[in-house]
């Protein structure tokens, strides 16, 4: 009995050991993980008001397709962003928030590719959907934003540091549209992000 026990660790220990060195050689070129962190945007809106940046979260999913050095990465996010508006002549002050779904994809590189750590440079498109926003603090503002274009497109660029399946990701997100007819008014963010590869 004590043979078989015997020979039954060995051979699961040399299936791993097997298993491992095939993994290591030959790694599946895609990963899915999930991630989230915290925004700092601004609104740009009409004349007579001022816009600062704001703090906001977002959280979700993400799925990459690794090629030698270059990936291409999705994901998926719930977004609240922020953006402090003031009003200059009565030096009145309130935060205006939205939330959206967000769609980024982009292309990256790995600057530093180790089998531990890797340095990443990235960049591409998002696409954004306002799913509520919330103006009614700011009574010159509602009919604008009742204006609003629902759905927006942007660009994207940062860079990156992943140490085993932990990643660290530091983003600046513009918009490419206007998100109302109304005035200029254009979204910019810089987004810092923790996230974690499940497979």
């Not at 977004?79 to 002050?93: A, M, V, W």
């Not at 990235?122 to 799913?131: A, L, Q």
């Amino acid at each position: 009995m004590k043979i078989y026990k015997l020979v039954l660790l060995t051979a699961l220990f040399l299936l791993g050991l097997i298993s491992s060195k095939v993994n290591a050689q030959s790694p599946l070129p895609i990963h899915i993980g999930i991630k989230g962190g915290a925004n700092y945007s601004e609104l740009p809106v009409s004349a007579g008001f001022s816009s600062k940046y704001a703090t906001g979260y977002f959280g979700g999913a993400m799925a990459r397709f690794d090629v030698g050095r270059f990936y291409v990465q999705n994901e998926i996010l719930y977004s609240e962003k922020s953006s402090k508006i003031e009003k200059s002549s009565l030096f009145e002050s309130r935060n205006v928030k939205w939330k959206s779904i967000e769609v980024p994809l982009v292309i990256g590189y790995k600057v530093i590719d180790m089998d531990a750590l890797n340095v990443r440079v990235f960049g591409g498109g998002v696409y954004s959907y306002v799913i509520d926003e919330n103006v009614t603090s700011l009574n010159q503002l509602k009919d604008s934003f009742g204006k609003f274009n629902k759905s927006n497109i942007g660009y994207q660029v940062g860079a990156g540091v992943e140490m085993w399946k932990f990643t660290l990701d530091f983003t600046y997100q513009g918009g490419l549209n206007n998100i109302s007819k109304d005035f200029n008014s254009k979204v910019s963010s810089f987004n810092v992000s923790i996230g974690y590869f499940i497979l």
